[in-house]
Nanobody, 126 residues
Framework: QVQLVESGGGSVQAGGSLRLSCAIS????????MGWFRQAPGKDREFAAGISWNGGSTDYADSVKGRFTISRDNAKNTVYLQMNSLKPEDTAVYHCAADYSPQGTIGQGVYEYDYWGQGTQVTVSS
C-alpha cells in the first residue's frame, strides 16, 4: 500500500519561508511524478508545483512561480517544497500526490494523481 506523509507545515509571517517534505513508501518512488497541491478553506484543491520522476522537469502554478521550488531525492523517497516570500493568500492545507508516470509528464489536475497524503497546514499571517 502506498503511503504519503507530509511534514514541515506551520505558522509564519508574511515574507517568511517554510520547507515542506513528503515521504513516500510502498512503491518504486522513482517511477512517479510528484505534485504539491493546496486547498484553502471554501476553495477547490489546486495545483501548486510538480516534478517529473527524474527531477528533469518541473512545473508551477503562476501564483507561486518564482517563490516556490519543488525538488526530490529518489534515494530518500522524499519530495520537498521550498516556499519563500510567503503571502497570506498562500494559507492552505498542502497535500503531496503521486502519479505513476514513467514518461515524465506533469499533470495539474487533481484527477491525474493516484495517491495522496493527508496534508499539512500552512498559515501565513500579515
Amino acid at each position: 500500500q502506498v503511503q504519503l506523509v507530509e511534514s514541515g507545515g506551520g505558522s509564519v509571517q508574511a515574507g517568511g519561508s517554510l520547507r515542506l517534505s513528503c515521504a513516500i513508501s510502498g512503491r518504486t518512488f522513482s517511477s512517479y511524478t510528484m505534485g504539491w497541491f493546496r486547498q484553502a478553506p471554501g476553495k477547490d484543491r489546486e495545483f501548486a508545483a510538480g516534478i517529473s520522476w527524474n527531477g528533469g522537469s518541473t512545473d508551477y502554478a503562476d501564483s507561486v512561480k518564482g517563490r516556490f521550488t519543488i525538488s526530490r531525492d529518489n534515494a530518500k523517497n522524499t519530495v520537498y517544497l521550498q516556499m519563500n516570500s510567503l503571502k497570506p493568500e498562500d494559507t492552505a492545507v498542502y497535500h503531496c500526490a503521486a502519479d505513476y508516470s514513467p514518461q515524465g509528464t506533469i499533470g495539474q489536475g487533481v484527477y491525474e494523481y493516484d495517491y495522496w497524503g493527508q496534508g499539512t497546514q500552512v498559515t501565513v499571517s500579515s
